[in-house]
């Protein structure tokens, strides 16, 4: 029997997998999937497919050995520990998330998708402080991607500030990231929104200041709409 044609096989899973095909893409990975040492790519695949459908356990399986397939250091590798990362957030199992997602941003530090998920992570499993330090540390290297991305890790850094109890000096923070009238630092609103919400949490504010806060956010994210 003549050995599969490996970049049809996997050209063809992706096609499914973009038209929401699930099964079939995974159908269509099982010869490339018993193989030794695994191969990367039809494990990853599968590892989306398997997100997409809900099965996030196996997702996590498939993740793992697409790891396994890949040469210690090698350029790829990063990528790969970012979608185990992503896999095991999705799966509930954030601690264990955080631990492949700080070696897949070591390896790719200016990736916002692994920065951001690694952020969502911490937060998740309760390790504020930690998701305070991630953000400033992105923010400082430019790691956050375009102006959305680097919007998106400033309204959580704000957020996980409040959530540490210190909500006047996240009202700082919202204020040094995203100035009012500076609409290309919250293209979409995020921040404003972030420190809207800190607002309700400050003790020093006024009735007055908070209702103009939260104006100036109705006003800001109906921008961005």
């Known amino acids: ?51 997409y459908a809900g099965r996030t356990d196996d997702a996590v399986t498939h993740a793992r050995h697409a790891l396994r397939g890949v040469t210690p250091g090698a350029p ?47 937060r998740r499993a309760g390790r504020l402080g930690e998701a305070r330090e991630a953000c400033e540390g992105g923010l400082r290297l430019g790691g956050e991607g375009d102006g959305a991305g680097r919007a998106r890790l400033a309204a959580l850094l704000v957020r996980s ?22 609409e290309r630092s919250d293209p979409g609103g995020e921040v404003a929104l972030a420190a809207a919400g800190a607002a309700l949490c400050a003790p020093g504010l006024s009735a007055a200041q908070v209702r103009a806060l939260q104006e100036h956010t109705a006003e800001r994210v109906s921008r961005a709409a």
């Not at 893409?25 to 497919?49: I, K, M, N, R």
């Not at 500030?161 to 500076?182: I, K």
């Open 1 to 51: 029997m003549p050995p599969p044609d490996r970049l049809a096989i996997l050209r063809s899973a992706q096609r499914l997998l973009d038209q929401g095909s699930l099964a079939r893409a995974l159908a269509t990975l099982e010869p490339l999937l018993g193989a030794e040492p695994p191969d990367t790519d039809a494990h990853t695949l599968a590892c989306v497919a398997l997100a």
């Open 76 to 122: 790829g590798e990063g990528q790969v520990r970012h979608n185990l990362g992503a896999a095991l957030a999705a799966a509930g199992r954030d601690d264990e998330a955080v631990d492949e997602l700080r070696r897949a941003v070591a390896m790719l530090p200016r990736d916002g998708d692994a920065l951001l998920t690694l952020v969502e992570a911490l």
């Open 161 to 182: 500030t409040v959530s540490c109890g210190r909500a006047d000096e996240a009202l700082r923070e919202a204020a040094l990231l995203a100035p009012r009238g500076d």
